[in-house]
């Protein structure tokens, strides 16, 4: 029972007590006066029915002042210093409950809280200043990283991935499959890694204090699905104490180089062994003919008709392949899927130091085609042209999707660049263009014709069109509006309480995929679908926000405009895209044994099981709902999404997006551990137990 259920039975208690002493008084009275019985009984009736009606209306006002005035404002006081104090990462003020009669105490109260807020944040700025050198080098070393042509990925003793760079995810075509924690092998093959691993371990064993050995050793090896070639180079990780503890890969693909070999050896074998019985003949029937010159007119005949053949014969071949090499004795250019934010973000901040030009990154980032190298020097010179011609210091650069183009636009106020002088910069040579001559030599590499006009008044653009990426990619609409109704679903989430050998593990230590749908309708079991599935990996407390998933599904059915208004996709949006067959086992190789966790799971959770069998995978994984941790940690919060970040300081965008609620439905959980914590919940078991408890009293309160 509650403490302000308490107060109120209180309350209710004392106004009886005191209209039973009242009526006994009047009794009393009534009787030593001598009234008659008719007269007690009609009397008392009245005294009574009166007194009752002003005991009662003045228990209510007495409850209603204590409530408006003490008891609400206490809880809320409560509510706010539990949060406060107990939620690191929250540094907002004590939010004062108005029309209180609590004298000095809130202010005092948020007195305290500021105090132990800044005493956080002093400790704080003691623990940055002492990580900073550290921090310095991980800076570095992910700078490094991100500017290697190669793959990285470093490995466990255990072949699980410790850190890896955006080159090696591009590499393989099942990005979702890179992911720390995850195994190497399910990237790339086994024996070839293990070969290598093994041999540098005995090279190692075998070395001396005088002939240290070399730890490192090239191989061959494939990708797991057998489509890319890779040449990579194994280096082991070496403690002080001299134990093994890791190793470095880093991959080029070879591919290339392979099919440029393969045509090589086709061209040698014809020449050494499928030329060779043509021109033998060839051969030998223009020197008979030379040799005898007055042979008989037939027989001569006989012999042009050979050579005649065996000539059309070697003519024929040697066309044939010329059509097959064509191409392949060029240079062939490095081609990779592009994040444009990386490249936009690299050009800017070289017109930056460089010349003093801003370049703004505006819209949303998309993936593009191409030599990433090549097309940031064109980038680069281009617009450095433009600042030169029109005298502009500020751009705006945005990527946008075309019919079967990416546009890269660069925007600035003022006029646009006649077409002659836009020809005539990209015939200028370029100084260190990366085996280009000009600038046209690197848009023709690429398939792209620029073009400058007028956008609007005032504001003129240059427009370069690229390649479209090898993957998917897609846009989806912002629109903010309420969340879905709380679902639940016992038996559903029972069956992903069991916790395995987790359970007794810190949730700060394990490793989660925290997703959300968006749906057709509200309805699994009456047909309704997924339209669009996203994810986010956290690991130890953080956030990957580079570890997403994220994908539209085509629903094999219309989408309601009910249901469009919510997250906005249409059904132009998902007609091209891969059926739910397609996308769930791709999401199940993502997450892997990962915690799963979601908002109202239970919702988003039934959608998933009802297509196990359909698409053959199956998530056996313990779920989290951080619904259920919300009404654990405060009963009486607003435990939406947009509720619970706004009490814990985390801005939500991109809401009702798959991906913009999971990565919100992240931020939430990390913090809410604090919270759980001072409540006495650390595990994962614990979580589940207290989860369950709290979704079978949820459900009873809202039925009662």
Not at 144 to 172: T, W
Not at 293 to 306: C, T
């Amino acid at each position: 029972m509650t403490r302000r259920k308490r107060i109120a039975l209180m309350v209710a208690g004392l106004a009886i007590a005191a209209y039973a002493l009242l009526a006994f008084t009047v009794y009393r009275a009534l009787l030593a006066a001598g009234v008659s019985e008719g007269e007690k009984i009609g009397t008392g009736s009245l005294y009574a029915l009166v007194a009752g009606i002003v005991f009662a209306l003045l228990a209510a006002g007495v409850w209603a002042a204590l409530d408006r005035g003490l008891l609400r404002p206490l809880d809320k006081l409560a509510r706010e210093v539990r949060t406060l104090v107990h939620s690191k990462q929250t540094e907002r003020p004590l939010e004062i409950p108005p029309h209180h009669l609590l004298g000095d105490l809130p202010d005092s109260l948020g007195n305290l809280v500021a105090a132990l807020q800044a005493a956080r944040q002093d400790v704080q700025r003691a623990s940055e200043a002492a990580t900073a050198q550290v921090a310095e080098q991980k800076t570095w070393l992910e700078v490094i990283l991100l500017h290697l042509s190669e793959g990285v990925v470093v490995c466990s003793v255990g072949h699980r991935i410790l850190l890896y760079n955006q080159a090696a995810v591009r590499m393989f075509s099942a990005p979702e499959a890179v992911g720390l924690g995850r195994s190497l092998f399910e990237l790339v093959t086994r024996q070839p890694v293990l070969h290598t691993l093994e041999l540098l371990q005995h090279r190692r064993r075998q070395a001396t204090a005088q002939a240290a050995a070399d730890l490192s050793s090239a191989f061959v090896c494939a990708t797991a699905d057998s489509r890319v070639m890779l040449q990579g180079r194994m280096a082991l990780i070496v403690d002080p104490a001299g134990d093994v503890t890791g190793y470095v890969l880093t991959f080029v693909d070879i591919s290339n180089e392979v099919a440029v070999l393969a045509k090589s050896d086709a061209v040698r074998r014809a020449v050494t062994r499928e030329l060779r019985a043509p021109i033998a003949n060839l051969r030998a029937a223009s020197e008979t003919v030379g040799a005898f010159p007055e042979m008989a007119p037939a027989e001569r005949q006989a012999f042009d008709e050979v050579i005649r053949k065996e000539s059309q014969t070697l003519s024929d071949r040697l066309e044939a392949l010329a059509a097959e090499y064509r191409g392949h004795a060029v240079a062939r250019w490095p081609m990779a899927d592009i994040y444009s934010l990386d490249l936009f973000n690299c050009v800017a901040h070289h017109l930056s130091e460089q010349r003093g030009i801003a370049l703004t990154v505006v819209g949303m980032p998309l993936w593009l085609h191409g030599d990433s190298p090549a097309l940031m020097q064109m980038l680069d010179y281009l617009i450095g042209r433009v600042h030169e011609h029109a005298g502009v210091a500020a751009f705006d650069i945005e990527a946008l999707l075309g019919d079967r183009r990416v546009y890269v636009d660069i925007l600035w106020h003022g006029e646009a660049i006649p077409s002659k002088v836009l020809d005539a910069w990209q015939d200028m040579p370029l100084e260190g263009a990366l085996g280009a001559a000009t600038a046209r030599d690197i848009l023709d590499r690429h398939g792209s014709e620029p073009w400058s006009q007028m956008r609007r008044e005032g504001t003129a653009l240059l427009r370069i069109p690229l390649l479209a990426p090898l993957r998917p990619q897609f846009q989806e609409a912002e629109e903010k509006l309420p969340p879905r109704p709380e679902f639940y679903d016992f038996g559903l989430m029972h069956e992903h309480s069991f916790t395995g050998a987790l359970g007794d593990r810190r949730l700060r230590d394990l490793t989660f995929v925290v997703f959300d749908t968006e749906t057709t309708g509200l309805r699994p079991s009456a047909g309704d679908e997924i339209i669009s599935l996203a994810g986010v990996r956290v690991v130890k407390g953080r956030v990957l926000t580079g570890e997403t998933f994220q994908r539209l599904v085509h629903p094999g059915r219309p989408i309601p405009a009910e249901s469009v208004r919510f997250h906005g996709i249409t059904d132009e949006a998902v007609r091209d895209k891969p059926p739910l067959q397609v996308v769930l086992p791709q999401f199940k190789q993502f997450v892997g044994d990962a915690v799963m966790v979601a908002h109202n799971a239970a919702f988003d959770l039934k959608f998933l099981k009802l297509k196990e069998a359909e698409c053959g995978v199956s998530f056996p994984n313990p779920v989290i709902d951080t619904m259920l941790l919300s009404v654990l940690i405060d009963p009486e919060a607003d435990h939406s999404l947009d509720g619970l970040g706004q009490r814990l300081g985390v801005g939500i965008t991109d809401r009702h997006t798959a991906l913009g609620d999971s990565l919100a439905t992240a931020e939430v959980l990390v913090r809410m551990f604090d919270l759980l914590e001072a409540k006495g919940t650390y595990t994962l078991a614990e979580v589940m137990r207290a989860s369950n408890m709290t979704a079978e009293m949820r459900l009873q309160e809202t039925h009662f």
